[in-house]
């Protein structure tokens, strides 16, 4: 048993805090520490040699570091590394969860139309991963995917949404609504801080699906299974690793994470 160590996080800037904001609320006693790799964002551009090698350097930081347990709280680096990221955690004996699977999963089970609709970065289009994973629900599913490569670098940078912003966006969502989608996807962990923007576009009946609550159920029973899940009335310690600027990751990622980060973060080189 290894209750007293850290769930380890990561993604490739502030996106997978919207993910750890629902990990700290659903797992308020667990200590967690999260790797934003904001020097090398975006990861929805490069190609999927370049995310295997990057993907699996900051899976290794953190593992060296030790950790129970891995997170990928990025939809691209699961796409490219998911496979290779889980041989490294069961080297170490550590399991690996991944934003991919828990998403499909859902979207499958709420669709009423079977018309899922998957908005990501244009290295998760290009490799398949969420067609895979619907497919293998069993499930009869048309699937319509929509790459967008400008909207997690404007939502990194801060909160300004003008009306360019409204019209790229709107643009993102026009093959949707003609596929007539009734469950969307948000295929990267940046998207759910414009999910009233999709919300709005899309018509109400759309329901949105996001990687953070089925993430946090996802850790919960692995580490209940495990018998390493922390208890208690005292609150779990969260601490950030940033390959970048820190004072830019610690004032965007506030927004994300809806909790304090000044003090907490400190750059490493990786």
């Known amino acids: 048993m290894r209750p007293g160590l850290p769930i380890g996080v990561f ?17 308020p006693a667990e200590d967690f520490l999260y790797l934003g790799d904001s020097g090398h964002f975006p990861y929805g551009t490069k190609s999927a040699d370049e995310l295997r090698e990057r993907a699996a350097a900051i899976a290794a930081e953190l593992l060296g570091r030790g950790v129970k347990m891995l997170v990928i709280a990025c939809n691209s680096a699961t796409a490219a590394a998911g496979e290779e990221i889980r041989a490294l955690g069961a080297q170490a004996g550590v399991p690996v969860v991944t934003v991919v699977g828990p998403e ?9 139309n079977g018309r899922v609709g998957v908005l990501a970065t ?10 895979r994973a619907l ?4 499930r009869p ?12 670098p404007i939502i990194q940078q801060g909160p300004t949404f003008d009306e360019e912003v409204l019209n790229t ?9 003609e596929a007539g989608v009734d469950t969307l996807i948000l295929g990267c962990t940046h998207y759910p801080l414009v999910a009233p923007m ?12 996001t990687a953070g609550h089925a993430i946090a159920a996802a850790i919960q029973r692995e580490m209940a299974i495990r018998g390493e899940l922390a208890e208690g009335q005292a609150e779990g310690d969260y601490r950030f690793l940033v390959t970048g600027e820190v004072d830019a990751f610690v004032e965007v990622g506030t927004r ?12 490493v080189e990786v």
């Not at 290295?123 to 969420?130: P, R």
């Not at 497919?135 to 069993?138: C, N, P, Q, R």
């Open 135 to 138: 497919d293998a629900l069993g």
């Open 104 to 112: 499909a999963e859902i979207a499958a089970s709420i669709s009423g």
């Open 141 to 152: 599913l048309t699937v319509t995917e929509v790459a967008a490569p400008d909207l997690a």
């Open 169 to 177: 966006v709107r643009g993102y969502c026009q093959p949707l609504r």
């Open 198 to 209: 999709l919300q709005r576009m899309l018509g109400r009946d759309v329901s949105l699906v």
């Open 256 to 267: 994300f994470l809806q909790l304090p980060l000044a003090g907490r973060a400190e750059r």
């Open 11 to 27: 993604d490739s800037g502030v996106g997978g805090l919207t993910v750890l904001h629902e990990c700290l609320v659903s797992l």
């Open 122 to 131: 244009p290295a998760t289009v290009a490799s398949g991963a969420y067609h």
